[in-house]
């Protein structure tokens, strides 16, 4: 049963050590002294110096959870503050709490198996990793900042490397991708910097954008519901969201396989965090307002997406789709009221993740061996790479929700919280559920389909002939290994990460709650453990 009361502002446990400061700067630190590495050309030195820098970054990641972050607390814990430039309002502000943490340990993770994923870039390997380490620091800054300002400064300069990264490390159609990926997302970045001044800004006074600040203002609704409707469109093109999608299938189909692990295991997952962050928790009365159009917009990801990459016969793109479809379940989760369906929204952004960078880097290492894209001229190789098939399969049945697989659980939680959220009509819940379904049909269809036509069906001579199927290597192995111990893991027991974040949702959830009471009944005292549906939420149909 929820409980209405509406807790007043949690102090934030400061940091003995400057955990999240060091994460954020060693790796950033570490990428500046790439060019004095000494290399003749080959790129040895300075990838072994790079996996150190990530596999201490994630070190230090993990230091920081067990040392100085009680899942039991909701509040903001390893709290840093320094004051930057006060006449701007601009605050070194970092922290984590149950939204923050599990994306922060789940981007290093991540990033560190990327490092070794790009073990056989050969071309200007200095620069490749320059900007990996540079993109590791940028990254742990969107989920650990605390300060708006700070947050869009982080989330514009992560978007340098992953050009870069694109354009010169990408396909044939490379400089076309990078150019539709900067100018997606750093066009959509502009609604962020004009929400977090209005925020900063309101109500006159020193400028602050400090979260803690900002949820602690008393914004109207209509401010609110300007400032929601900017940040959507800005997140909803990272997320993405359908028809803000279209830079992605576009960006994995010329990315290669460690720019694949970090687009797919991470940059999606900043759109979701940033929506339950500043949408959900700074704009509550809004979120209240564009809550079912959110689960709306997630169910037309799901089919449309999944449709999509049913028709699709190129394998980044096929996989690029099926990634849309998957974050579909965390608009939905995001969008109920309930702590169980947006519970499921977060475990779902760290399925994917995990999910995904194993998917697309099976993808680059079977394009390696084929040199083929292309479903209609793949077949048969399946005698020749079974270790490869056996990854393949496995990997597979944890994007579809095989159960024992972490995807499973997320995606039941999503459907549990929706279907018992009584914040929305019976009729509305039985649709929005039944049109979910759909896309968890559709997933196990063309996946399967897809390993049929990889490894399965008459062997191609020329195939055969022309390339050098060898089997999957050691290193890639061990990665793929890396990223099915916490699938399986969180599959067969969930608690291992839903504890880490229990905490924090449910204080976000009674918090929008809160707010649906407050605008549904203004005039009416909160009635504790008896929640009224408010009239807004009575139908379907969304608000006008």
Not at 55 to 61: E, P, R
Not at 122 to 127: A, D, E, H, I, T
Not at 308 to 316: G, M
Not at 400 to 419: D, K, N, R, T
Request: hydrophobic fraction near 55%; glycine fraction near 10%; aromatic fraction near 12%.
């Amino acid at each position: 049963m929820i409980e209405f009361a509406v807790a007043g502002p949690v102090e934030p446990v400061n940091a003995t050590v400057p955990w999240l400061s060091l994460a954020i700067l060693f790796p950033i630190v570490g990428s500046l002294l790439v060019p004095f590495i000494p290399d003749a050309g080959d790129g040895r030195r300075v990838r072994w110096y790079s996996l150190g820098i990530t596999l201490l970054t994630f070190l230090i990641t993990v230091a920081a959870y067990l040392n100085g972050y009680d899942p039991n607390l909701s509040g903001l814990q390893l709290a840093e503050r320094v004051s930057w430039l006060p006449d701007l309002g601009l605050t070194w502000a970092v922290g984590a709490d149950g939204l923050s943490m599990p994306l922060i340990l789940l981007t290093s993770f991540i990033t560190t198996l990327a490092c070794l994923a790009a073990w056989p870039v050969s071309f200007k390997p200095k620069l490749f990793y320059f900007l990996l380490l540079a993109m590791d620091g940028g990254q742990i800054a969107v989920f650990a900042v605390q300060d708006m300002l700070l947050f869009f400064l982080a989330w514009e300069l992560e978007l340098i490397p992953v050009y870069l990264l694109l354009a010169i490390w990408g396909g044939k159609k490379r400089q076309y991708a990078a150019t539709k990926f900067i100018l997606y997302t750093a066009g959509s970045s502009l609604f962020i910097l004009l929400a977090a001044l209005a925020m900063g800004f309101f109500g006159g006074g020193t400028p602050n954008f400090e979260y803690t600040t900002l949820a602690a203002k008393d914004f109207g609704t209509g401010f609110q519901l300007l400032c929601y409707a900017a940040l959507l469109i800005a997140f909803g093109v990272k997320l993405p969201i359908v028809p803000l999608h279209t830079w992605l299938p576009d960006a994995h189909g010329e990315a290669t396989a460690p720019v694949h692990m970090l687009l797919a295991g991470i940059l999606l997952k900043m759109g979701g965090y940033a929506l339950l962050r500043f949408n959900c928790e700074l704009l509550p009365a809004a979120h209240s307002q564009f809550a079912p159009l959110l689960i709306v917009l997630g169910v037309v990801n799901i089919i449309y997406a999944a449709l999509t990459s049913f028709a699709q016969r190129n394998l980044k793109r096929k996989i690029a789709y099926s990634s849309i479809s998957h974050m579909g379940f965390v608009l939905i989760g995001i969008g109920s009221f309930s702590a169980l369906g947006t519970s499921g929204a977060m475990l779902q952004m760290i399925s994917h993740g995990l999910i995904g960078a194993s998917l697309f880097f099976l993808v680059g290492a079977t394009y390696d061996r084929t040199h083929t894209l292309q479903l209609d001229e793949m077949g048969g190789v399946g005698q020749k790479m079974r270790v490869m098939f056996a990854l393949w399969t496995v990997c597979s049945l944890a994007s579809l929700a095989l159960p024992g697989m972490s995807g499973f659980v997320s995606e039941l939680m999503v459907f549990a919280g929706l279907a018992t959220d009584e914040a929305y009509t019976l009729p509305f819940r039985i649709v929005i559920c039944g049109l979910a379904a759909v896309g968890v049909v559709l997933t196990p269809i063309y996946l399967l389909s897809m390993l049929r036509e990889i490894f399965f069906g008459k062997e191609r001579a020329d195939l055969v002939s022309h390339t050098n199927l060898v089997d999957a290597e050691p290193r890639e192995v061990y990665i793929i290994g890396c990223l099915l111990v916490p699938i399986i893991g969180i599959g067969l027991y969930p608690r291992l990460m839903t504890d880490s974040y229990r905490s924090s949702i449910e204080a976000l959830v009674n918090r929008n709650v809160y707010a649906m009471e407050r605008i549904s009944r203004p005039t009416a005292p909160i009635i504790r453990g008896q929640p009224a549906v408010p009239a807004l939420l009575q139908a379907p149909a969304l608000p006008g």
